[in-house]
């Protein structure tokens, strides 16, 4: 997508995992499951949960405080902090929370629910805002708590979820570094992947009977949420190219969310980029959901492995149904 005038620069990259760590073995002693299962099928070795007494607020802030830092800004330049989560502390929203703990005292504060597609969601939300010239600097947070909602007693679902937060900082900027993005919802297959509320009416008053009840653990068709990733991911990633006017050879790094390994592999494969290229932590903090693109980000970034100008293909997919991807350019020109 070409864009003329003002554009964003992402200049800082943070993350947070809970320490207390679950080896694949560990969880065959909850369900039948094995290590060999979860890793050939998966990917996955670890997930990092989070314990008893912290909060996803407390993690969200401590990936934006080291955004924040490694983009060498103060939390007061910060204009809006953009939480995206599906586990927030708060039904109301966590993010005000968090712009308190960050002490982002000038900026103002909002949740933003997509599950899987929320970081790139996020992130093309904030270039709006700093495209338009509302706002200077955000910082977008990717962050869940999936073990607070995932049924432990489901080996479909329990051996893949991880706690985590990343964050990255967008600043307004003279040359667009968002080189192109693409967004899709398909709500006929929502279905597929839910964490749903679950009335159980209660009459009140008269002849009244409210919808008193309460969310219940996720479910997902994973074969159905398979096939779907490895149709449109590929999909997305090539109309955003085409719209970003580069071609494959362009890309530096492949970050998709960290799903499934194989379904890392298979857009990969599809995209004809050499694995060299791909960008993957899942074996260490399973899916961690909205955090998993930023989490992945940031590692590589610390590792030294991601430098500045380097081309970077982020795609994140998954509840909704949702999809989405966004290129772009690491760090400022
Ligand atoms: O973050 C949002 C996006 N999410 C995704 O993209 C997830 C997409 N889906 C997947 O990654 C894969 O479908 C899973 C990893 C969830 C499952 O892998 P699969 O190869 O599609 O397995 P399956 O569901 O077809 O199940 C194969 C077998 C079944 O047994 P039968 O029916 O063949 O006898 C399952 O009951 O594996 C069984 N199974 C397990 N066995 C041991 C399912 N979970 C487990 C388990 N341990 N944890």
Partial sequence: MKFDGAGIAITGSGSATPQAVVQNDDLSQLVETSDDWIRTRTGIRNRHLLEEGGSLSELAATAATRAIASAHLQPEDIDLVLLATSTPDDLFGSAAKVQHLIGARNAVAFDLTAACSGFVFGLVTAAQYLRTGAFQNVVVIGADILSRWVDWGDRTTCVLFGDGAGAVVCQRDEVDQLLGFEMYSDGSQNHCLNLSYQANPKYLVHDLTIQKGEYQAVTMNGRE???????????????????????VDDIDWLILHQANQRIIDAVAKRLKLPAEKVIANLHEYGNTSAASIPLALDEAIQAGKIKVGQTIVTSGFGAGLSWGCAIFRWGKS
Avoid: D, N, Q
């Fill in 225 to 247: 949420v398979y096939r779907f990733a490895v149709a449109k991911v590929p999909e997305v990633v090539e109309k955003t190219l085409f719209r970003s006017e580069i071609g």
